[in-house]
């Protein structure tokens, strides 16, 4: 049958979402108004974790289900929990991991609940973390230091910022910008009185600088919500009771930065204009799964119903997919186009 499926509400892919009327009281709502609803609702019985309580997080927050170690954005090394953490140990590059606040906490005195919000801070490569230091987040025209994944550190290529930036790759960056997006709207009160280094990020545009604005939904249109973060995001909420609602919708950074200012948010908003329609047959499946769509440019993802990326490859053209190697079971399928995402379950019977 045709699949006309939600594409933002991404969060299906790790099972759990957000719970029933969680963003009702931003429905409605746009610019100004939507941010400060955002932030009541993500302030609000918001637990505070501890610094040290970061560490322990990372396990459940922060693993990565392909192999089981520490899920590293700035580097590729492979991390064991526990045992690598980095307890005053330096190195170079896969030495120990530590944990890197994407705002510098010396931007908010190391203050709390800043310094230990699980959605600004992660664990990185202790070498990496070093390197990136609090330079602001950018594109960088000439590189001065790279890092095994490719992250680079060096003079940025915009025209609105002549600095040293730091570069994440490609397939973080819209991670980041979300993370901005949670910073600048968790903390609307504070942030814009943030000390020195803030201002390059954060500023008057409802809570972000000119600069960060460009930079960030830039960012976030190339790199669409993953599996990765939907998943972060359920896991942070079990141990800060709160979440990050750019990644549950992302469509929110445009009504309240982007092209939708001044359009009033719902909770379908972001459906229509993102729908991939395809049909699949048979289901169940066998040995090969059948695909038929009038889109073109199709990257195809199969996950388990836990989550973790099974089988991933552009199509090319093609509209067959051999599932021999996977075993009986219900699975999701998802076409991608951009930032487009499209979500069917299958059952695998042989």
């Given amino acids: 049958k045709k699949i006309y499926l939600l594409l933002l509400l991404f969060p299906l ?74 307890h005053g140990t330096t190195g170079p590059e896969c030495t120990n991991y530590n944990r890197e606040h994407t705002t510098p906490q010396s931007w908010f005195n190391e203050e709390a609940p800043m310094v230990s919000d699980l959605f600004n801070v992660y664990p990185t490569d202790t070498k990496v973390n070093g390197e990136r230091s609090n330079y602001p987040y950018g594109e960088v025209a000439t590189a001065s230091y790279t890092s095994g994944n490719g992250s680079k550190k060096g003079s940025s290529s915009m025209a609105s910022y002549s600095g040293t930036v730091f570069e994440p790759i490609n397939e973080y960056k819209g991670d980041l910008a979300r993370t901005f997006f949670y910073m600048a709207t968790r903390y609307a009160s504070d942030c814009q009185s943030w ?11 409802m809570g972000l600088s000119s600069y960060a604005v460009t930079l960030f939904l830039k960012w976030a249109r190339q790199d669409p919500v993953s599996a990765k973060e939907t998943a972060r995001n359920n896991a942070c909420e079990k141990v800060q009771k709160n979440r990050n609602p750019f990644i549950d919708y992302p469509e929110l950074a445009e009504h309240i930065w982007g092209t939708k200012k001044g359009i009033p948010w719902s909770l379908t908003s972001g459906i229509d204009e993102l729908k991939i329609e395809f049909t699949v047959s048979p289901n169940p499946v066998q040995d090969i799964i059948n695909i038929s769509s009038t889109e073109t440019n199709l990257t195809y993802t199969i996950f388990n119903i836990n989550g973790q990326v099974l ?35 299958f059952i695998i019977n042989k």
């Fill in 195 to 205: 000390g020195s280094g803030a201002t390059v990020l954060y500023g008057s545009n």
């Fill in 311 to 345: 089988m991933q490859e552009q199509l090319n053209g093609r509209t067959s997919i051999s599932t021999e190697q996977l075993k009986n079971g219900m699975y999701l399928l998802q076409l991608s186009s951009g930032q487009r995402k499209s979500i069917q379950k």
């Fill in 13 to 86: 892919l790790a099972i759990a979402q957000p719970k029933a009327g969680y963003y009702n009281n931003a429905v409605g709502k746009s610019d100004a108004t939507l941010r400060s609803a955002l932030q009541a609702i993500i302030t609000s019985g918001h637990s505070v974790t501890s610094y040290g309580g970061l560490y322990t997080a990372y396990a459940t927050t922060d693993i990565n289900p392909a192999n089981g170690k520490i899920w590293d954005m700035y580097s590729n090394c492979n991390f064991t929990y526990g045992t690598d953490e980095n």
